[in-house]
């Protein structure tokens, strides 16, 4: 009798020790997937991205004298949920893919300058003030980064509003947060930051002194440009590189549509042919054609479409908009790496994984789990079993 429940009890060790270590092959198997789709596909898809090279004129074949790389990362949209709009856990996934390709684009591509262009919140434009302060709070954590990598963010229309919506409170609350500085040079680059919003060109308070304060930016940018032929004419203050700038904005200049747009970012083929309104989808005629007489930049980047597109404007000046960033808004976001000198610009499109990747790794993940339970359960014959005894029936015969 009692060898019998020796027996017994050896058996249920057995058995229990076997089922076990399938729960802990199954833990160890769930925590390599979520480490996977969660971590490391950031640094898998990330890692293939390099830095455009720029050409740089060397004067002499034995001696070349090089101008100094800016390193310079673009993105747009955000667009961080707030408490009216969107799920809680949509908010928590969408913002921890954003963080981590944030941190990841980081450490691995090292950029210099990160430059955000507008629709950093979703609901900046109704947020109450604890609210709103909530949302930086997490902007701050998402986008926290080292202080040698400055971040400059541009205001969009989801931050303070569309026109009819904006006010001075939304603006101050905005640049509290946010340098409002609208001129930035670095390595003898200019950049302008414009609030593409307040270019409405119906002389409210806010357009007028917006306009104001992009013609006086103009005089500098011109001043600079002319300082070699006529020096002292720009006054007693520091000279701007003479440098033609780039031109930084959350609104596209104008064009029709995104019909010419092409890649695979561009928007969906059933929206491409749509026409855009101005003012809203794009800036107007007469606004864009100030900013490209005004400022004359060598290059325009925006945001607010949420999808990729280059064009040409006037005699020649290029502009990109940028896809937006969340994965709430596309399922390949991406970011534009730029390499730039006083005189020289080259742009790459550095992907972000695909939404679709990962959740078709959920899924294959999943059903393989479901396999593996039942075939341990007993309730499914093993594949490789089953495929053996196929294989054996059609050699009989």
Known sequence: MAAIRFGFGRLNFHLLKRRSFLLLKLIAFVCSVLLFCEFFIYYLVILRCNWPEVKTPAHDREQETLEPVLKAMFLADTHLLGEIRGHWLDKLRREWQMERAFQTALWLLQPEVVFI????????????????????ERFQKMFRHPGHVQLKVV????????????????????????????????????????????????????????EAELMGISH?????????????????????????????????????????????????????????????????????????????????????????????????????????FSWRNRNNPSVIMGSLTPTEYALAKCYLPLEDTVLITYCAAAGFLVVLVLVRLGLLASPVLFGYKLLRKFKTV
């Open 220 to 324: 500098k940018l011109n001043c600079s440009r002319e300082q070699e032929q006529r020096p002292g004419q720009c006054g007693d203050g520091q000279p701007l590189p003479a440098s033609a700038p780039v031109l930084l904005q959350h609104f596209p200049l104008y064009r029709p549509s995104d019909a010419n747009c092409s890649g695979e970012d561009a928007a969906p083929p059933g929206e491409k042919g749509i026409p855009f309104k101005e003012r809203y989808d794009v800036l107007s005629r007469e606004a864009s054609q100030k900013l490209l007489w005004w400022l004359r930049p060598r290059l325009v980047l925006s945001g607010h479409t949420h999808s990729g597109c280059e064009v040409l404007h006037g005699a020649g000046v290029p502009e990109v908009s940028v896809p937006s």
């Open 155 to 210: 205001v969009g229309n989801h931050d303070i509003g569309f026109h009819y919506q904006m006010n001075r409170y939304r603006i101050k609350r905005f640049e509290k947060v946010f340098n409002p500085e609208r001129l930035f040079s670095w390595k003898g680059i200019n950049f302008v930051m414009v609030n593409s919003v307040a270019l409405e060109g119906d002389g409210c308070n806010i357009c007028s002194e917006a």
């Open 117 to 136: 262009l507008g629709d950093i919140f979703d609901e900046g434009k109704w947020s109450s003030p604890q609210a709103w302060a909530d949302d930086v």
